[in-house]
């Protein structure tokens, strides 16, 4: 592409596309993303956790509703077991800092634009003080991006990727003076 790179029309064009996502744009990196890493409000925090992921064009192209495919996605073995590691390493990260955990025993399922995701929103009650940053910290990185056991399958990624991610699948967000904050985790760059 020639020509100057306009982020703010990419970012309202992406909100406008993608508005369950966050957009954001970060030293050059613009992105949506859906995955909500932490959100601390007041005392009482909240993980998206998202794996589990059926492409909509092409279920399109193979005659499928909509419905049919969010179905089999709940049906089917091998997303639901990937999406239990993620949500477990969500609860097990949050458990350090958080009492009343609320894990839902069954995944719903986010319809975006492009994709439909497994989702579950683990809900908790903050019994320290810990603020966003520290809680992202905590959390991140998750078994939805990394996998699990999280340091063996880094090192396994970083000995067979053959390339640095850089910012990419890093937390992305904001905090107050008050620890209060939102960090998603930055896909769909």
């Keep these: 592409m020639d020509g100057p790179l306009y982020e703010r029309y990419l970012l309202e064009q992406m909100h406008l596309d993608y508005p369950q996502c966050?957009?954001?744009?970060?030293?050059?990196?613009?992105?949506?993303?859906?995955?909500?890493?932490v959100?601390?409000?007041?005392?009482?925090?909240?993980?998206?956790?998202?794996?589990?992921?059926?492409?909509?064009?092409?279920?399109?192209?193979?005659?499928?509703?909509?419905?049919?495919?969010?179905?089999?996605?709940?049906?089917?073995?091998?997303?639901l077991n990937e999406h239990a590691y993620a949500?477990?390493?969500?609860?097990?990260?949050?458990?350090?800092?958080?009492t009343d955990l609320v894990v839902p025993s069954q995944p719903d399922v986010l319809r975006l634009a492009n994709v439909q995701h497994l989702v579950t929103d683990v809900r908790a009650r903050l019994a320290d003080a810990a603020p966003a940053l520290a809680l992202a910290a905590s959390?991140?990185?998750?078994?939805?991006?990394?996998?699990t056991p999280t340091e063996r399958a880094r090192s396994l990624i970083r000995s067979t990727e053959g390339m640095d991610r850089g910012r990419y699948a890093g937390p992305v967000g904001w905090f107050d003076m008050h620890g209060d904050g939102e960090f998603g985790i930055a896909l769909r760059c």
């Design 22 to 37: 966050c957009t954001f744009p970060v030293g050059g990196l613009i992105g949506a993303t859906p995955d909500q890493l």
């Design 139 to 147: 959390l991140h990185p998750t078994a939805a991006v990394c996998g």
């Design 87 to 98: 949500v477990t390493s969500v609860a097990e990260a949050l458990a350090t800092h958080c």
């Design 39 to 79: 959100r601390r409000e007041v005392a009482k925090d909240t993980s998206r956790d998202l794996s589990g992921t059926v492409d909509r064009h092409h279920t399109a192209q193979e005659g499928r509703s909509d419905e049919d495919a969010a179905a089999a996605l709940l049906a089917s073995d091998k997303d």
